[in-house]
């Protein structure tokens, strides 16, 4: 049995063909895949930034300005200029936002914050970067500095009281009287 003009082996050939067009196209596939699984992450690592304050807010009056000056720095060693950062402030429902403008010091802008009621507030600090940078709440007080300074006032008060009483304890074992007639 001769078959004339016909290939016996064009099938294996076309099957093994395209298995090697699939094998190809796997190995871009996985390769395309490992390529993503490392650049992934080393794209969204680091990209983080660092803010100090020069100052807190403790002590500040309702009504009264806590100027601070935020240093932003990348990774927390390079000053960033050119963003727009912003303090938030809350109290419950009430929440205030104030923009820091730029200084001449290249990374330190300057917010001036007015807390307009007494109270606990929280406050944070949007980097203008990447990231919303959150502080412990503070406890605003009334304006005018709030209540008397018992403690300091009294204790020197304590203290006059105690000298004084010192004083006249050793005058009088000093000048105690001598009997009459007799000398000293």
Sequence with gaps: MTFVGRDLFARERCISSHNRRMEVRMKRLLLVLAVA????????AGGFATVGLSSLPTGTPAGGTW???????????????????????????????FVAVATDTTGVYRADVVFPSTGTWSYEIWDG??????????????PGGGSFPTLPVGGVALALLLGAAL???????????HPAGTTA
């Design 167 to 177: 004083v006249l304890f050793l005058r009088r074992h000093r000048t105690a009287p």
């Design 129 to 142: 970067f990447r990231q919303t940078h959150t502080y412990k709440p503070v406890e605003i007080g009334s």
């Design 67 to 97: 100027s601070v000056d935020l240093t932003i720095k990348a990774h927390g060693q390079t000053p960033i200029h050119g963003l727009t950062p912003v303090v938030r402030i809350r109290n419950g429902d009430a929440t205030r936002e």
């Design 37 to 44: 699984a490392v650049a992934v992450p080393v794209a969204s």
